[in-house]
């Protein structure tokens, strides 16, 4: 990752402070954390990249050698990522970090945009909004591509934020709840969870003692699912929205 990536002023600071307005705090506390999610994954691919140098060194495998120091410095350079096999499990878990850090920021610059409509605050509110489009062109974050879904873990950090065509379009939240207009509409407190590579229950928390989980297995291109509904009844096919 570009260093100058993780700089506040490029990421978040150019929209408050052309409009000069002090950011909220959960706005504030969003850009840290995220900037810490960002730290995280990229400490974590280069203590990969040592170990494989190291592992590679040791066997005297010069190839690999030159190979992973080439690919850490493209890395280091900008923000290029690894295609090698020695640390193919390495890149796919910073793609997948690295899109949950982005889904989980922009949630939270969402819902202070709300929070500050709601209160009348339009000017702050507006330029939240105005650093959200821009955080969404400038953010690095690369979403993970299906073939790297390898595991529950994978699938729990690539389904997020996606919305699937089950009735009025069922909506699966990095905080593990679902949106539905309709079990909303009825006062359901629904939830989700990977409980493998490609298959999520759903159960309802709250709102009612009876037919309480779904079970949706997705195809391996993740475009669609099938599975049983809460009534137990086979579920047809539902894809995915844009």
Known sequence: MLRCLLSSSVLFGVVLVAGAVDAPAPLTKARKDYQ????????TLLDAFASAIKT????GDLDAVKALKS?????????????????????RNYRLSMRQAGLVFERAADQVIKDLTK????????ATQAELKEFRMRSPTTGARTTEVETKEDLQNYLPETVW???????????????QREWTANSLVTKW??????????????GRKSDRTAILTFNE?????????????????MKRKP
Not at 36 to 43: F, G, L, P, Y
Not at 165 to 179: N, Q
Not at 193 to 206: F, H, N, P, S, Y
């Open 36 to 43: 810490d999610s960002v730290e995280k994954a990229r400490t």
């Open 193 to 206: 969870e990977a409980v493998d590579r490609r298959t999520i229950v759903l159960w309802v928390e709250k």
């Open 221 to 237: 291109d993740l475009t669609e699912f099938q599975g049983f509904g809460f009534d137990g009844g086979r579920l047809g096919v």
């Open 119 to 126: 209160a009348g605050k339009l000017t702050e509110a507006q």
């Open 71 to 91: 690919e850490k410095e493209a890395f280091e350079a900008g923000g290029t990522l690894p295609t090698g096999a020695h640390v193919k499990a390495a890149a």
């Open 56 to 59: 590679s060194t040791s066997s």
């Open 165 to 179: 065509d089950w009735g009025t379009g069922l909506k699966l939240r990095a905080d593990g709840l679902l949106e």
